[in-house]
Each structure stands twice: as C-alpha cells, then as structure tokens.
C-alpha cells in the first residue's frame, strides 16, 4: 500500500513538473538589446547591414554632383529587393530602413513604389469624380524618377553535424533609369555566424 502511494506522490510531482516546465513567459526587451537564438537573420543584421550600406551611398559623389547639375535633389524609387537565401527574410525592411535613412539625411527623396503609385493614381482619379474642383489634383503631374534602388540577399550555409555557419552577403545598387548605367554598388559580407546545437538530454 506504502509503494503504490508513493508511486502516486512521484507520479504527481512529475506531472506538476512537466506542467509548471511548459507553461509559456512573455518578457519585453529594449529595442536594442542583440537576440540571437537560431542563428538566422534577426534585426540587429539588419542594423548592421543598412548601417554600411548608408554610410557608402550616402558618401556616393554621384548623388552630390545630381544635385549641383539639376538644382534638385535626385528622385529615387525601391525596385526589386531579392532574397535569394534560403531562408525566409523578409527584404522590405532593409529598403524601408534605407529610404527612411536616405529621406532623412536630405541627399535625396523618393518617390513611391508601383504598387503604391496604383493606390495614388486611383485617388486622384476619383477626385476627378467627387472632389471640389479647387482641392482636386491634376493627374499626369508625378516626380519621375531618376535612379532606382534594387539589391539583394544572398547566404552561403555550411553544416557538419550539430555546427552550422550562415554567411550572408548584401547587395545594393542605384541604378540611372533613363541610361541603366550603375552609379553606385555597395556591398555587406560583415554577417557572420556560427551556430552549434544543443545535444539533447535525457
């Protein structure tokens, strides 16, 4: 009877213990404190990354000499951003911390992207419709562009057994719409890491 009872209390316990071991914990962080617990791109890459990339085309004579030919700041449009790692990354945000970057360093401004620019045209032509005519705004009367940001992200994965090391490259141009000549390449290789997983105990 004694062993059967404590066989109950042990079961018990351990039933409490897997229980109270499950139970899920939200803890918030600053926004700058680094997490990494995969291995996998995160948002201090991103940083990092956006950090050199700026710093480079921001540097770029070209979009100083813009300026001084035209008497305006240079028009600049996000075209196609790829990821071409294999894993998912999500490559809006890379060129929506850049545009911000760029818009607030007063070097250049940008004009929306095609798919924005649909959701615009289709309020200025309702206006045409329903607004006062005073207040409306005229259609045809967009910033062309004058250069277009595309890029990409590429990674190299090496495994061997429990160790896994994800090297990622960035890669960015700005680009003359009307001649398509490159005027400025930049290039991030810094994102480097090494993950070992954990052995498993039982």
Same mark, same amino acid.
């Given at each position: ?10 079961? *018990? ?14 803890? @918030? ?7 990494? =617990? ?6 201090? #890459?991103?940083?990092? &990354?956006? $950090? ?5 085309? =921001? !540097? ?17 449009? &996000?075209?196609?951003?790829?990821? #071409? $790692? ?5 490559? !809006? ?14 070097? *250049? #401004? ?6 924005? @620019?649909?959701?615009? @045209? $289709? ?12 207040? *409306? ?14 890029? $990409?992200?590429?990674?190299? &994965? ?17 680009? #003359?719409?009307? !001649? ?23």
């Amino acid at each position: 009877m004694k062993t059967k009872l404590f066989c109950l209390v042990c079961v *018990a316990l351990l039933v409490m213990v897997m229980v109270s071991s499950c139970t899920s914990s939200v803890q @918030r962080l600053s926004s700058d404190v680094e997490i990494d =617990l995969t291995g996998e791109w995160n948002d201090t #890459d991103v940083s990092i &990354v956006c $950090s050199s990339l700026l710093d480079d085309c =921001l !540097s770029s004579p070209r979009l100083a000499k813009f300026e001084s030919e035209n008497g305006r700041l240079p028009y600049i449009v &996000v075209g196609n951003f790829r990821n #071409d $790692s294999e894993e998912h990354i999500d490559t !809006s945000i890379i060129t929506s911390k850049m545009q911000k970057a760029i818009i607030d360093s007063g070097k *250049a #401004d940008f004009i929306v992207d095609i798919k924005r @620019r649909q959701e615009t @045209r $289709s309020e200025i032509m309702d206006q045409q419709a329903w607004s006062n005519y005073d207040s *409306a705004k005229s259609v045809a009367n967009e910033e062309a562009a004058d250069y277009m940001l595309q890029g $990409s992200v590429k990674s190299i &994965v090496q495994k061997n057994g429990k160790k896994t090391v994800r090297t990622y490259f960035v890669y960015c141009e700005l680009v #003359d719409i009307e !001649s398509a000549v490159i005027v400025w390449t930049g290039e991030n290789s810094e994102i480097k890491k090494v993950f070992t997983q954990a052995s498993v105990r039982w």
